[in-house]
């Protein structure tokens, strides 16, 4: 049970979560934000700033049409290789009596409502066309976990963005259904519309009612073209010092080499996967955060820049992070909750330390994340859009290691229901010619185990570059900083984004809160 003064971070609620929350509220008539999420917290925060929607309708015409590529999708169009099969896959349980032609028939619903499932993708745009599109996207083969990776492929192979075939679906007999979908077209968060959806349409269908899901928001249409104007908005290029001034600093070397893209490719790249179990999970997710007024994000990075400092000895590091994108403040109006597509940004930050302890670099990286003007969508619009400045920071480089933090997932459960996730759910795909992204890369997301929460990371690099015990070294000193950040949650406290009213430097408040430490206790005895 939850209570009204619980705090929705101490939860273990994230930014993605918080997104799915605004969604629900939303659908009951609530006017709040993720924004308001971020700065109230808790439910009698919220019912102090909750107001009468004013989420922007459009005329339903508005999402059909051209639009500009968003800066991501920008990205990826002008990577020099292959890219048709660059997507995610989730493995889930099929609902009794479900047939190749009833499959058709959810999915058609499903891309009628969500623009993205359907469109095409040009040098110059993305081309969406009207609801009623056919798709052609299912196939039927025999489940067998031995065959199943090359399944998976066969579909990837079968998706072409160029031709409007951004999902491929293979009901799996007996039980399970595979949906592959390019990335063009879906994101971490759009999973999560999915899936109900899915499940919605599916119980329509077979009471017989007519198939009626929920409405989208802003489209994505819309969504891309505002952003295409935001990239030449005076106040947008107001940032390109900031982001001058992250990439100009000195850069710590990773490998022998540099990342040659003609022959570190994706089919040269290695895995590893690392897991925390729940009960060292678990802290990460509520104590510290809660501790330091912190989200996940500050703490999985943190750890990461503890990592490498002990790791290599060297600064310089400088990391590209994801993030979900769907900042709605950017352009009035929006709700992006139900809005399906790829939404995400990337944005350079520094995770260079010094001596400090666990706790004090996690109020140094906190507070570091905190300078990001926008959450870093202002880097990808100056990056790919602006001509006049996609030149300059081209040239500055891209950083040497990717993170992304996915978010909180169920985790694949082989007795779950219909339409969740099975074995290991949550999955992906890259052509095998399409260069690597990074010299490192690091993709972390919280599985949700009956027996509490994981966190588990994947670590990918060409092999060409760097050597597995060097990458499992880095990962076993991430995991044993988050331990020691789990362990020094008591030194928590505030910084100085915390505090908005008052400008005090981090010295000033460690002294008042060492001054004041016994005041709430002593208070309460009186």
């Not at 052609?136 to 079968?158: F, K, M, Q, S």
């Not at 989200?295 to 820049?305: E, F, S, W």
């Not at 260069?435 to 997301?445: C, G, K, R, S, V």
Request: proline share 8%; with cysteine; aromatic share 6%.
């Amino acid at each position: 049970m939850v209570g009204i003064d619980d705090d929705f971070f101490t939860l273990g609620g994230d930014s993605i979560v918080s997104i799915q929350l605004v969604s629900r509220a939303r659908a009951a008539g609530f006017g709040v934000s993720p924004r308001d999420v971020f700065r109230h917290k808790t439910p009698a925060g919220l019912a102090q700033v909750v107001t009468v929607e004013t989420t922007v309708t459009e005329d339903p015409r508005e999402a059909y049409g051209t639009a500009p590529l968003t800066p991501v999708m920008r990205w990826l169009a002008e990577v020099a290789g292959p890219t048709a099969g660059y997507s995610q896959s989730m493995l889930l349980h099929a609902p009794p009596g479900l047939t190749a032609a009833t499959l058709a028939e959810v999915l058609q619903t499903l891309a009628d409502r969500h623009d993205l499932l359907r469109a095409r993708v040009t040098a110059e745009g993305i081309v969406i066309p009207e609801p009623g599109t056919p798709i052609d996207a299912v196939r039927v083969a025999p489940y067998a976990e031995d065959t199943l990776p090359t399944i998976a492929a066969e579909a990837r192979g079968r998706l072409d963005p160029a031709r409007g075939v951004m999902l491929q679906a293979v009901l799996l007999e007996p039980g399970h259904v595979l949906l592959v979908v390019h990335h063009y077209a879906v994101d971490g968060v759009s999973w999560r519309i999915l899936l109900p959806d899915l499940a919605a349409a599916w119980a329509a269908h077979r009471s017989g009612d007519p198939i009626r899901l929920p409405p989208t928001g802003t489209s994505f249409r819309r969504w891309a073209r505002e952003l295409d104007a935001l990239s030449r908005d005076a106040r947008t290029v107001a940032q390109l010092p900031y982001w001058t001034e992250v990439l100009a600093g000195a850069r710590a070397a990773l490998g022998d080499r540099p990342l040659d893209p003609a022959r570190d490719l994706a089919g040269t790249c290695a895995e590893l996967a690392v897991e925390l179990p729940p009960e060292e999970t678990q802290p990460l997710l509520t104590a510290v955060p809660a501790s330091f007024h912190a989200g996940i994000a500050d703490v999985l990075l943190t750890g990461l820049a503890l990592a490498l400092r002990d790791w290599a000895g060297a600064a310089g590091w400088l990391v590209m992070l994801e993030g979900h994108g769907r900042e709605e403040q950017l352009v009035a109006g929006a709700d992006l909750t139900r809005t399906v597509g790829w939404f995400t940004t990337e944005y350079p930050v520094r995770l260079d330390l010094g001596p400090e302890s666990p706790g004090e670099a996690l109020k140094t990286i906190k507070e570091r994340l905190r300078t990001v003007p926008d959450n870093g969508v202002g880097y990808g619009l100056l990056r790919h859009l602006n001509p006049e400045t996609a030149g300059p920071l081209a040239a500055a480089g891209r950083p040497l290691i990717g993170f992304n933090y996915l978010g909180r997932f169920a985790a694949g459960d082989a007795d779950g229901g219909p339409w969740e996730p099975a074995g290991e759910g949550w999955g992906g795909g890259v052509d095998d010619a399409m260069p690597a992204d990074y010299p490192l890369e690091i993709n972390a997301t919280t599985e949700d185990h009956p027996d509490g929460p994981r966190l588990a990371a994947t670590f990918t690099w060409p092999r060409g570059l760097l050597a597995e015990a060097q990458v499992r070294d880095l990962a076993g000193r991430w995991q044993a900083a988050l331990r020691a950040l789990a362990a020094d949650s008591a030194t928590g406290g505030y910084t100085p984004s915390d505090l908005s009213l008052v400008e005090l430097s981090q010295e000033d408040i460690d002294s008042f809160e060492a001054e004041f430490a016994d005041l709430e206790s002593e208070w309460e005895t009186q």
